[in-house]
C-alpha cells in the first residue's frame, strides 16, 4: 500500500466589505482510492475580518471528501459623515487529500 496527496485546483474566493462569503471545495476518489486524510490550505488571503475552516469530510456513499472555509469581510470605516469601505478581500485555497492505493494497481 502506497499513501500520497491528490489536489483540487486552486480556488479563488473574494468578498465585498461586511459580507459573508462561504467558498466549498470537494474532490471525488476514484476506485482503489482509498481516504486517509484531508485538509484545506490556505494559500493566501487577504483583508478578511475573520474566517473559519472547516474540517474537511469523507462520504463513502458517493466517494468524495469536501470541505469549506467561510469568509467575513472588513467593517466599514466611519469618514466624514459616510462609512468608507477599505477594500473587498480575496483569498487562494486548494483541499489536500491523503489517500491509500495498492502499489502496483492504477486508480
Excluded at 2 to 27: F, I, N, P, Q
Excluded at 36 to 56: T, Y
Amino acid at each position: 500500500m502506497v499513501d500520497r496527496s491528490k489536489r483540487t485546483d486552486v480556488a479563488y474566493v473574494d468578498w465585498g466589505c461586511e459580507e459573508t462569503k462561504v467558498k466549498d471545495l470537494a474532490l471525488a476518489l476514484s476506485s482503489g482510492e482509498e481516504f486517509v486524510a484531508a485538509k484545506i490550505d490556505r494559500i493566501e488571503i487577504d483583508k478578511a475580518k475573520s474566517f473559519v475552516v472547516s474540517e474537511p469530510t469523507y462520504n463513502p456513499a458517493t466517494r468524495t471528501v469536501s470541505g469549506s472555509v467561510t469568509f467575513v469581510g472588513l467593517d466599514r470605516v466611519p469618514v466624514l459623515m459616510f462609512r468608507d469601505c477599505p477594500g473587498g478581500g480575496h483569498a487562494r485555497l486548494q483541499l489536500t487529500v491523503t489517500i491509500r492505493t495498492v502499489e502496483g494497481v492504477s486508480p
